[in-house]
T-cell receptor, first 117, second 114 residues
């Protein structure tokens, strides 16, 4: 158990809908990362938040947005869903930011499997 | 920009045989390198990482990887695999400076055959 929790575990919805995925980081971790894992695209980094602020952006679509709340949990909002958005969405957390001469380990949650019909 | 290539999408190997999972990277700056393992229906777990220092890094369950700067490689090896090693393995790279934006490879599925 990594200590990172994600809800829900499974989500089935229809095209055009909007969903919210939730992530609670490990106790004490300030950084939250979101990833999308699909068969055709592999594992893609979406976005990172550190202590409530957006710090890095990857291949995140404009239809997707995220935020990190004062209690450090994070939500990933996916709107105008398309069939191609069906994927596993992972959240990871780490204690800080990489920078300078060190980095810290990302701990992954179990993921939310999104199916868009 | 950085990238990671895992040429082998699947590697079948018999139990107790050695295995090497290949990973090559490209980056214009110094890098950190990682191997993550994903067991069925689970999230990713860090297996080992190279930050600096000794180019040979080891995990607690017998895997090792060697950073080879001249060949831009970070291959993962184990001298004798077990059934429990069946999983998908991801190589990843991040720049040694700046924020932890990690680029993952496409993964290699290791199937250990009894």
């Amino acid at each position: 158990d990594s200590g990172v929790t994600q809800t829900p575990k499974h989500l089935i919805t229809a095209t055009g809908q909007r969903v919210t995925l939730r992530c609670s980081p490990r106790s004490g971790d300030l950084s939250v990362y979101w990833y999308q894992q699909s068969l055709d695209q592999g594992l893609q980094f979406l976005i990172q938040y550190y202590n409530g602020e957006e710090r890095a952006k990857g291949n995140i679509l404009e239809r997707f947005s995220a935020q990190q709340f004062p209690d450090l949990h994070s939500e990933l909002n996916l709107s105008s869903l398309e069939l191609g958005d069906s994927a596993l969405y992972f959240c990871a957390s780490s204690s800080g930011l990489a920078g300078g001469t060190s980095t810290d380990t990302q701990y992954f949650g179990p993921g939310t499997r999104l199916t868009v019909l | 920009a950085q990238s990671v290539t895992q040429l082998d999408s699947q590697v079948p190997v018999f139990e107790e045989a050695p295995v090497e999972l290949r990973c090559n990277y490209s980056s214009s700056v110094s890098v950190y390198l990682f191997w993550y393992v994903q067991y069925p229906n689970q999230g990713l777990q860090l297996l080992l990482k190279y930050l600096s220092g000794s180019t040979l890094v080891e995990s607690i369950n017998g895997f090792e990887a060697e950073f080879n700067k001249s060949q831009t490689s970070f291959h993962l090896r184990k001298p004798s695999v077990h059934i429990s090693d069946t999983a998908e393995y991801f190589c990843a790279v991040s720049n040694s400076g700046g924020y932890q934006k990690v680029t993952f490879g496409t993964g290699t599925k290791l199937q250990v055959i009894p």
